[in-house]
């Protein structure tokens, strides 16, 4: 099923039926997953509607699938979508929205929404006015980015000085009482002064970086000579710098100071000079001084005496902090909070305390390799998809890609995000009683087979406790919630109907001699619709015989036909009643007479019969057959199996007199041809006259496309225990 845009933007294209034009750009700090995921996302999102949309990029090997000047010319809005300082001076007089990297992630059919009453982004900076509010969600701040955007270019200096300090130490070093030597003058010593030099830079990268984003390329000085001067302990008569700490500082300090600077009004033959000779010599003399002679000793104290602390820690507190850094690391998976404990951590490494990495190492890697395990153990309680995505988070996890545990916590938040967060907290513990450290700012199995981690026995005793609780604790979570949802299925289905007083009399059909055969009204009416014939046989066992055995069966008969009447009657009442109450959904498309919890169709033709069948009960299908033949016309030019196990056959024909919506939930699946290869298992079906096909056909499409694209949504929908629930769930579409 493909959706139709909606109109553009901008007001650029003269034909509406055209499809819209979006780009989008993807960035974020450490450049491995989400950036990667958020581009998928958009992609798949812009594709549903029937968008052109190219996505670019910015990931630690570099842009990809880079904008050009036409591609920028002619979109019609333009989606950022990062975590890190984006150039966005090529997108002047376009309608730009600017979001987190997970928001790409988690929301890509808003972003796509949203960009269409983006401010347009102007020389300066500015849009031309601010942008619809969002719905839910949260942009990142300014600070936020400018230091995100520093720790990313930081990364790549501390992986590459750490992984040949490692290699070097492990092929060329030897064991004396001092520790680990690499004697003087040899290939491995220069290897390792090599990478001495990438810790080294990594101060001043991260500081140059942040004042960057806040004020662009004349930032870039001052902030890299700050870095190197906070660094540099001798200037100020401190042993050891002020470190990642003192970086930060200069690196915000340099940034406003520019950004201030720039703001001063100078005669026009000195502006062209400004960005390249006064601002930066201006502001790095100002900045250096200050640092040196004011701010530089206090800070290197606050650092000094944190970094002693910390590396003084045993036992107890080691037990604690690894806890607490495994907690934030397991919580949301490269968000906010995980990344600030990676920092934490990444940024002690250069001072020479590489325990914290440690910790922050066997927690990383837990979450992806506890998901993936917990589908292999208990796998009838995750469907074929996501037990396929289970292995592809094992794979994730052993190359410490935390992310691939998303796709579970997106799923199942309350049962997932705990047990990661349990899990995490047993790996830091673990690690930190046993002093594991980690030459690198990554985690997993890969940074231990590099030889980046020191006491490699211990490190995979943290990683596999964490693992095999997050699984343990995932799937008992998980099967104590359908446990939950089956017990209160099983409880709405015995719940006893209520027979009215006066239908009391007749609703019990007389027991035959063998007392077999009785059946209540109720009973009959939570039956199949058609009565029984009045001819039927009776019962097996059922005496036949006799001069009153007619009269008697003509007797229950009767009694049978006016409780059948009386019971109908009464189920019609309570379905009209419930129908009033139930919420309203769809603007009154779909109702409790067009849900089923339970598809007997095994194959597709026959699951649209019996859709069709379903939606006949709302009394707006005049011709069922007609029905049915456009909606399978409409199967032959492309399938309406989305993924995800969904699918939307519909139908735009008179054989309906009123728009009409119906749901179905298949048991075991119905194969519908689906690109992702899942069977159908949430299958609504739209039917919509003629003269309304136009925009109510599409609305509808809109609003289903937009919130099944919630994985939370999907699971409510299945797990519902009866139509009522079904109804309540699918009342969140609108």
Not at 473 to 488: I, N, Q
Request: hydrophobic share 50%; proline share 6%.
């Amino acid at each position: 099923m493909t959706g139709p845009a909606g109109p553009p933007a901008t007001g650029g294209r003269d034909d509406e039926r055209q499809p819209l034009k979006l780009l989008a750009v993807t960035a974020c700090p450490t450049g491995i997953a989400h950036t990667y995921m958020a581009a998928e996302k958009l992609a798949q999102a812009a594709a549903s509607r029937g968008i052109e949309m190219k996505v670019e990029t910015q990931a630690s090997i570099g842009a990809e699938n880079v904008l050009d000047d036409n591609d920028v010319s002619s979109a019609d809005g333009i989606i950022v979508a990062a975590d890190k300082d984006v150039d966005l001076s090529r997108f002047v007089g376009k309608r730009v929205l600017a979001v987190g990297v997970a928001e790409g992630v988690h929301h890509p059919e808003r972003l796509i929404e949203r960009v269409r009453s983006a401010p347009v982004h102007g020389a300066d900076g500015a849009g031309d006015g601010p942008a619809a509010p969002w719905p839910g969600g949260r942009e990142r701040g300014p600070v936020y980015k400018a230091l995100m955007n520093g720790v990313s270019y930081m990364i790549p200096f501390v992986v590459v000085g750490g992984l040949l300090i490692a290699v070097s130490l492990a092929l060329g070093g030897h064991a004396t009482a001092k520790g680990y030597v690499i004697p003087e003058g040899t290939f491995w010593a220069h290897v390792d002064a090599v990478g001495g030099i990438g810790f080294q830079l990594m101060i001043p990268v991260l500081s140059g970086y942040i004042a960057y984003a806040i004020a662009d390329r004349p930032a870039l000085v001052p902030g890299m000579i700050g870095g190197w001067i906070a660094n540099t302990g001798a200037l100020y008569d401190s042993e050891a710098g002020a470190g990642f700490i003192g970086a930060i500082v200069t690196g915000f300090l340099a940034g406003y100071l520019v950004l201030w600077i720039k703001k001063v009004r100078v005669p026009r033959f000195v502006q062209p000079i400004m960005p390249i000779i006064v601002i930066p010599i201006v502001a790095t003399t100002a900045l250096g001084l200050f640092f040196i002679y004011v701010i530089g000793k206090p800070i290197s104290w606050v650092f000094e005496h944190l970094t002693s602390w910390l590396g003084g820690m045993t036992g107890t507190s080691a037990v604690l902090l690894g806890a607490i850094l495994g907690l934030m690391i397991a919580f949301d998976m490269g968000g906010p909070v995980n990344k600030t404990a990676f920092l934490f951590g990444a940024g002690l490494i250069a001072s020479g305390n590489q325990t914290v990495m440690g910790m922050c190492a066997a927690a990383i890697p837990v979450m992806p390799l506890g998901q993936g395990l917990a589908t292999l153990i208990r796998r009838r309680l995750y469907t074929e998809q996501e037990r396929e995505t289970g292995l592809a988070a094992l794979f994730m996890g052993c190359f410490g890609i935390s992310e691939g545990a998303i796709p579970f916590a997106a799923a199942r938040p309350a049962q997932v995000i705990p047990a990661n967060m349990l899990g995490g907290a047993v790996a830091g513990a673990v690690a930190g009683v046993a002093g594991v450290k980690d030459a690198v700012p990554h985690g997993g199995p890969i940074v231990a087979v590099l030889g980046a981690v020191s006491g490699v026995p211990m490190f995979f005793v943290a990683v596999v406790a964490g693992t095999a609780v997050t699984a343990l604790a995932t799937v008992a979570l998980v099967d104590v919630s359908g446990r939950r949802g089956r017990a209160e299925a099983a409880g709405s289905a015995g719940r006893a109907v209520p027979v009215p007083a006066g239908a009391t009399a007749g609703a019990v059909i007389p027991a035959q001699a063998s007392g077999e055969g009785v059946r209540t009204g109720a009973e009959a009416a939570g039956g199949d619709a058609d009565a029984a014939p009045a001819d039927a046989a009776p019962a097996e066992g059922t005496p036949a015989q006799g001069t009153g055995t007619a009269a008697t069966a003509t007797a229950v008969t009767a009694a049978t036909a006016t409780a059948a009447a009386t019971a109908t009657a009464t189920a019609a009442a309570t379905a009209a009643a419930a129908a009033a109450a139930a919420p309203e959904v769809l603007s009154g498309y779909l109702t409790e007479r067009t849900v089923r919890v339970t598809l007997g169709a095994a194959e597709k033709e026959a699951a649209v019969r019996e859709m069709a069948d379903l939606l006949a009960g709302s009394g707006r299908v005049d011709d069922v057959t007609e029905l049915v033949a456009t909606a399978l016309r409409r199967e032959e030019q492309g399938t309406t199996g989305l993924g995800e196990e969904i699918a939307i056959p519909h139908a735009k024909t008179d054989a309906v007199t009123a728009p009409v919506v119906g749901f179905a939930r298949s048991a075991e699946g119905v194969e519908w041809g689906s690109l992702d290869g899942t069977k159908a298992r949430l299958i609504f079906m739209i039917a919509v006259p003629e003269a309304a096909a136009g925009d109510e056909h599409l609305r509808i499409l809109a609003l289903l496309s937009r919130k099944l694209m919630d994985a939370g949504f999907r699971e409510r929908l299945l797990t519902a225990p009866d139509e009522r629930a079904v109804l309540a769930v699918l009342a969140e579409v609108g």
